[in-house]
């Protein structure tokens, strides 16, 4: 059974950090090209940030660049996105999106509320 579980999502004040987690299972993870997405309220799902199978590529949505890190433990089976100097416009639930060739998989989301 596929499962993406994403955790680390909670409350933080703005200017704070979290670090969100995605830990995979039930398929092949490290041949699967890792991504953040998020969805704010009201608005459209929208990439933030993606990793390839080696973790030797990352990229990111330009306006998040140098906030946000994602990063990828094959033999863990996990991907990360480490947020800081968190603002109240990246409050959002953040899933996890696995993708190959053939398939792609869904995580059911974390939510982040940046707020004081």
């Known amino acids: 059974q596929v499962q993406l579980v994403e955790s680390g999502g909670g409350l933080v004040q703005p200017g704070g950090s979290l670090r969100l987690s995605c830990a995979a299972s039930g398929f092949r993870f490290s041949l699967y090209d890792m991504y953040w997405y998020r969805q704010a309220p009201g608005k459209d799902r929208e990439l933030v940030a993606g990793?390839?199978?080696?973790?030797?590529?990352?990229n990111y949505v330009d306006s998040l660049k140098g906030r946000f890190t994602i990063s990828r433990d094959n033999a863990k089976n996990t991907v990360s996105l480490q947020m800081s100097s968190l603002k109240p416009e990246d409050t959002a639930v953040y899933y996890c999106k696995a993708v190959s060739l053939l398939r792609h998989y869904w995580g059911q989301g974390t939510q982040v509320t940046v707020s004081s």
């Open positions: 990793i390839t199978t080696a973790g030797d590529t990352t």
